[in-house]
């Protein structure tokens, strides 16, 4: 289906939310301004103020009402504006991953926590974080960053029905496709689609081609996955083989689809957005290197400093030009 991610995102909340009444939703601004990026938009009109509920603009209570609500047996559908506060409601979520484990059976409805994360948008360093470090620690967490809009869907619907604690990463530059910065053209993944779409555990591998030996594979997720695909297009028009993974869920990840596309390349090149020890790819890279010791790998990420306001941004954040490099440096 050709529809935009937050289209996407918004068809999602609407069929959940029709499909079971226990649904609610929780968020700064996502009931009479439908969001701030208008994933939730005509939700208020169709459900009302009972099941889409304005919040104030205080993380840790937005949390600790989400916890109490699945508590009570309800599902909650949580919207954080900006992941970069996340942090401030880690005890909430903290705790919530923590009850998963401990009051299992009475905690069973769980928490759907969503948020724009990532940079590429000129927002600078207060908005443009790309940090999940912190999050992978969370108890029983379950961490998604989907690129493709029928991934985002299918990942939001099936967290509802599938309960436990699970977050949502949004990337800024596919909820806003009319910013004014965008390296890469969207238009060019439009016809890609997910190899398991209907699986949301399963990494994606691109083109979706038949088994047989590559040069390289790029593994990425989120925004940086169509920083991939560019400069797969790139080295291939330069006679490099290439696959790209993009993971889809990021923790836990998909270790047999990454390791089968890494043992039939000759290197590996692992991109994020943030910097390596912000990250989860250290922890993507240690599995490959104990399931494949001979591997070939590289890295590729943020430089460790914040990010400037503008087009200055590029200075920090990955390129297809630093994906490129580093791919021919595994090819020596």
Known sequence: MNRSYTEAINAALRDVMRDDGSVILLGEDIGELG???GATQGLLASFGRARVVDTPLVEDLLAGMALGAANGGLKPIVEFVNADFLAIA???LWRA???QSLYGRDFASGVVVRSCF???AWKGPHLSSAAVGHLIAIPNVKLFAPFFPDDAYEIVRRSVREGGLTVILEHRALLL?????EPYDLGRAADLASSHPGDIERASVLPNAAAGLRDIALVSYSYTSLVCLEAAARLEAGGVTTRVVDMKAIWPFDRETIRSVAAESRGVVLVEECAPHAGLMVHVEQDLRRALPNIRCASV???DDVVPFG???SSVLPSAADIISAS???LV
Do not use: V
């Not at 496709?177 to 910065?181: A, D, F, N, Q, V």
């Open 311 to 313: 087009d200055r941004e």
């Open 97 to 99: 991953g923590l009850w």
């Open 118 to 120: 990532g940079g590429y």
């Open 177 to 181: 496709p009319g910013i004014p910065y």
């Open 328 to 330: 021919r440096s595994l």
């Open 35 to 37: 969001g701030r990026f």
């Open 90 to 92: 880690l005890d909430d």
């Open 301 to 303: 990420h943020a430089k």
